[in-house]
């Protein structure tokens, strides 16, 4: 009987010291947080990342492969703003997981560590595809990432206290590197400070504001409207009197718009990576940067 | 925003003084105004003195890199702090009605060009035969409008109601349930009113269908739409390929189930067990299948029916009935990215056995009310796929089939009645081809046009013409896979 109970024990043990061991497993609803988190967590973390550079955040299928995911995961990090509103709920309250529930630790939402822009005074969906608690694209502005990633460092502490030591240190590591390269960025890009550009969608806002670059129209009609043949015909107007440096578009984007404006005006147009995977060397978060910059330089050379 | 709430506060503040004012001195009145000068400056001055901090914490934060590296913690807690500030800024809903629940509301139309007059809608064969499951009418008329409320309770809990609101002025609650939102280990239970997990597009909400009208089979064998009130208890496994099972006891209150409204009964008059997988093949294409049961126990189903002399009498169908659906869902997009081409293929195929008593002619109007053993096998299925060949636009072509396959009647075998005082019920293989084209302004509206070829009746084909709108204002919830 004793050696039973002994034995009982022993296997629950085991089975304890088994989920201590094995790695947190994580689901980013974007590759650049699942980049982030790889950054941080390492070998401590199994990452999977649910969209990718090729889709667009806002419109993704709530897809019975990532309920199965969400549903086993141990955390949860997205970038939230309603980002997306349009997914994400269903995957939560389908998935049967009370960790990653909203407000709970295993739940983190990059948009709370940073300031916004581009809050809407009034909502209304007149004006297209808006979001109320702000712009969401700001890891677009790798100082928004240093927020987030000091906010993150924190909270895997606190979910996988065993390894909070290991989080801290590496957190540390790359933050240090982090600040040192955008030192190094913000030095190479700045001779970009002032360009006009023109973009697709409202997704550089905060890109557009570190490296000092402005903004003289978008593709989009509205954010989240497809370009119309009237309104390029319009931009394409306004750039034959005041023509933009460069036109911007995300890998995710439908490129026929910023190549007929750019065929008709001579601005050329530069495809950024936006996140992760987006270009051959996007491949993490400083080549994300690295790229990014090197495009926006080529382009205007 | 702040600054103006203060205000506000301020002010009404001063016009509760400024009522009590009649009852005051003079010298009491200037001691309140300078209180409220006072108070006004003070406000103003945390206000100066918040934003101040605001500005400050938002510094820190920019450079909480650097501070990261030597007190995280700290800067973890500026940063969060700079976003409780600018969120208080931002003037965010506050107060009571921040808790209201999210409210959506679906508007649709159509108008109707039909060859056949659609009061006279049936579907040979099979019962029921017209009412809810016909098409829309001729001409101009205002679809069902849908409102949705639906919030988290609390911790544990979401709520949700959906009223129908029809076009003749009378409201029907379509969903309302309550769900479970933390039980952990991929378990999910929801309990109310909810639309069936039996196949595929019988859980799809009018406003999200890819055609105006539901497949024949699911008007034929759940009455388009079946909503019970009951409980589902859902799991979903701990594997990365999705696998979900579930099941469902309701009260019967409907068709396929009944009498109308549901026996007065302990228990459960309808059960449903259900099994759901899904995956993804590379990132273009993700796809789900389903099987599932459904077991009601049907008592008093009505219908109407000519009879050989004639005379329009009321049948009556009591028994059991089984109904087994398999079916699936495959989409795909160019890595999966909708927003430019995409393209979805969805195909269920049903099968039903029922057996039980018939009673002809309850209300003994022609040859007197007589009762024989009722046996049917029916089956049926459709097909659709639906292409957006461009942003906005997309063209679906659905196909249906029918089979009413072999109905025993115990008064026809006895020799009681003939074939001939059963008509609808005579052998039919429904068919019916369907076209449409739709175009969306985005993902809150949408317009369709849509042909159909039906030969769900004997003696005709009803070819349709519709053209449709649905719209949907306020928060709209995302849609299922």
């Known amino acids: ?301 | 925003m702040f600054r103006s709430i203060l205000f506000g506060i301020t002010f009404a503040a001063t016009l509760c003084f400024s009522s009590l004012a009649s009852a005051v001195t003079n010298d009491e009145l200037k001691e309140l105004r300078e209180q409220v000068r006072q108070l006004k400056e003070q406000y103003e001055k945390r206000i100066g003195a918040l934003e101040q901090r605001l500005q400050e914490a938002e510094r820190a934060a920019s450079q909480a890199g650097t501070v990261a590296a030597k007190a995280s913690a700290a800067a973890d807690q500026a940063a969060i702090k700079a976003v409780q500030a600018t969120a208080q800024a931002s003037g965010r809903a506050s107060g009571e009605n921040a808790f209201n629940p999210a409210v959506s509301l679906i508007l649709n139309g159509t108008y109707g060009s039909l060859s056949r007059d659609p009061s006279g809608f049936r579907i040979n064969g099979f019962v029921p035969t017209g009412g809810e499951v016909g098409p829309p009418n001729r001409g101009f008329s205002l679809g069902e409008s849908e409102l949705m409320l639906s919030a988290n309770i609390d911790p544990n809990f979401r709520g949700t109601l959906i009223a129908a609101l029809s076009p003749d002025d009378s409201v029907a609650v379509e969903e309302g349930y309550i769900q479970t939102l933390g039980l952990s280990n991929g378990l999910t239970i929801k309990a109310g009113r909810f639309f069936s997990a039996v196949g595929y597009q019988n859980e799809i909400h009018a406003h999200a269908w890819d055609f105006v009208d539901a497949p024949l089979v699911n008007k034929v064998f759940l009455g388009n739409q079946f909503a019970d009130d009951g409980v589902q208890l859902k799991w979903i496994a701990p594997t990365d390929t999705y696998l979900a099972l579930g099941l469902e006891a309701g009260r019967g209150r409907k068709f396929p189930g009944g009498p109308d409204g549901g026996r007065s009964k302990n228990g459960f008059g309808s059960g449903t067990l259900f099994a759901h997988v899904g995956g993804d093949i590379g990132s273009s294409t993700a796809w789900k299948l389903g099987l599932s049961h459904l077991r009601t126990s049907p008592q008093n189903r009505t219908y109407e029916d000519s009879d050989s002399t004639g005379t329009t009498v009321t049948n009556s169908i009591n028994g059991a009935s089984r109904l087994w659906v398999v079916g699936g869902v495959l989409k795909w997009a160019p890595n999966g990215n909708s927003s430019v081409t995409n393209f979805k293929l969805q195909g269920e195929y049903f099968r039903r056995s029922e057996r039980g008593d018939q009673i002809y002619d309850t209300t003994a109007a022609s040859l007197g009310t007589q009762t024989g053993s009722y046996r049917t096998h029916q089956s049926g299925w459709y097909a659709q796929g639906v292409y957006q060949f461009m942003p906005q636009w997309r063209l679906g072509y659905r196909h249906d089939r029918l089979n009413s396959g072999a109905t025993t009647l115990g008064l026809v075998d006895s020799g009681a009645l003939t074939p001939a005082d059963f008509p609808i019920l005579a052998h039919h293989q429904p068919t019916r081809n369907t076209l449409m084209l739709d175009w969306s302004g985005s993902e809150f509206s949408r317009v369709r046009l849509q042909f159909a070829r039906d030969r769900s009746r004997f003696d005709a084909t009803d070819n349709q013409v519709f053209l449709q709108y649905i719209m949907s204002l306020g928060a709209h919830g995302a849609h299922a896979f």
């Not at chain 1, 699942?34 to 990452?47: H, R, S």
């Not at chain 1, 939230?80 to 995957?91: R, T, V």
């Not at chain 1, 990653?100 to 809407?120: L, T, Y």
């Not at chain 1, 970009?192 to 670059?213: C, D, N, R, S």
């Open chain 1, 1 to 301: 009987m004793k050696n039973r109970l002994n034995f009982l024990l022993g296997v629950c043990l085991g089975l304890v010291m088994l989920q201590a061991q094995a790695a947190m497993k994580v689901v980013a609803c974007e590759p650049e947080w699942g980049a982030l988190v790889q950054e941080i967590a390492a070998d401590k973390a199994t990452v999977y990342v649910a969209t990718t550079a090729f889709q667009d955040p806002h419109h993704i299928e709530a897809r019975p492969s990532l309920i199965a995911r969400v549903r086993n995961a141990d955390f949860l990090i997205c970038t939230g703003s309603d980002l997306e509103a349009g997914w994400l709920p269903l995957l939560l309250t389908q998935s049967g997981n009370r960790g990653i529930q909203p407000g709970s630790p295993g739940h983190f939402e990059a948009a709370q560590f940073v300031a916004r822009q581009e809050i809407p005074q009034v909502l209304d969906r007149a004006q297209g595809d808006i979001h109320p608690g702000g712009n969401p694209h700001f890891h677009t502005d790798p100082r928004n990432v240093t927020k987030v990633a000091v906010a993150l460092v924190e909270r895997l502490a606190q979910v996988d206290t065993a390894n909070a030591v290991f989080y801290r240190g590496r957190g540390k590591t790359f933050l240090d590197r982090w600040q040192a390269a955008i030192l190094r960025w913000e030095q190479q890009a700045a001779s970009l400070k002032g360009i006009p550009v023109v973009v697709h969608h409202k997704e550089w806002t905060y890109l557009q504001a570190w490296l000092g670059l402005h903004e003289v129209g978008s593709l989009e009609p509205k954010p989240g409207v497809p370009p119309t043949p009237a309104h390029l015909a319009q931009l394409l107007e306004r750039m034959q009197r005041q023509p933009a440096r460069i036109i911007i578009r995300s890998a995710y984007n439908d490129p026929k718009a910023s190549q007929f404006l750019s065929q008709r005006s001579g601005i050329p147009a530069v495809l950024l990576p936006y996140t992760i995977g987006g270009t051959d060397k996007a491949t993490d978060l400083f080549g994300l940067f690295d790229d990014t910059i090197a495009r926006l330089l080529a382009a205007v050379k």
